[in-house]
């Protein structure tokens, strides 16, 4: 795990508090773009030194995500990013498809022509990602896919709601970095804008029921069965 830029490497004289936010958020935002795996391995010693901060001030972070469910610890294993079960799968899911049409209906009582257009420049940035290859272009685009509706939640003006957001987001990279299927962007570009244009005319009903379409869309590409697990000889034998 490296930092995205150098800023991400903390100043020791920086505030505990400060400190911990920082380390939280960078790794937050890997999980989202998909640098950091299902199951990777998060040692207090490994963060520590790669923030530049204390064991004690990486804990509390890695503790801090753990609240999130982006994070478990393990007693006498340490942390470790999330795996999350089929069935966590599907309820993050049913609380998207419970929560988005909520704030979609907010942030459209609240939307200014400035923001309209933001939401377009991104849609336009999300577009151009899509035609470009390589590792770089394609966390660029699953953080562009994400960065569409936790602005929709930050138009909102509600900050518990948007900070839920900001936790559902990450948890649904990492159950499609485990189960997607498909080689495409998770989040589909031109419901993004079908979404934004019912916005625009003021049909809420219609935005909020192809924000529903638009989440179920994502959770159908995903495979979700059980899969029978086996013992070392079983396994080996097949």
């Not at 911990?20 to 935002?29: E, F, H, S």
């Not at 003006?157 to 990279?173: D, P, T, V």
């Not at 570009?189 to 979404?195: K, L, M």
């Not at 924000?211 to 697990?229: F, Q």
Request: with cysteine.
């Amino acid at each position: 795990m490296k930092p995205t830029s150098s800023d991400a490497v903390l100043p020791a004289d920086d505030s505990a508090e400060t400190s911990t936010q920082q380390i939280r958020d960078a790794i937050r935002d890997a999980i989202i773009e998909r640098r950091l795996s299902p199951g990777t391995k998060l040692s207090e010693g490994d963060v520590g030194n790669l923030f530049n901060v204390s064991r004690t001030l990486a804990r509390a972070a890695l503790q801090a995500l753990s609240y999130e469910g982006l994070v478990s610890v393990e007693k006498n294993r340490g942390a470790f990013v999330a795996y999350p079960s089929p069935e966590e799968a599907r309820q993050i899911f049913a609380a998207r498809r419970l929560v988005e049409p909520g704030i979609l209906r907010e942030a459209a009582a609240r939307i200014t022509p400035a923001q309209i257009q933001h939401l377009k420049q991104l849609l336009l940035e999300e577009g151009r990602l899509m035609g470009e290859r390589g590792q770089t272009a394609r966390r660029a685009e699953i953080k562009a896919s994400g960065d569409f509706h936790l602005m929709l939640a930050s138009v909102s003006c509600n900050a518990i709601m948007q900070r839920f957001m900001e936790e559902l987001i990450a948890r649904s990279s990492l159950v499609i970095a485990l189960y997607g299927q498909s080689t495409v962007s998770s989040c589909g570009h031109t419901e993004h804008g079908d979404i934004v244009t019912a916005i625009e005319r003021k049909d809420l009903d219609t935005a909020c029921r192809l924000m529903v379409h638009h989440i179920s869309h994502i959770e159908a590409d995903l495979d979700l069965r059980e899969r029978k697990s086996f013992g070392l000889k079983e396994a080996f034998a097949m």
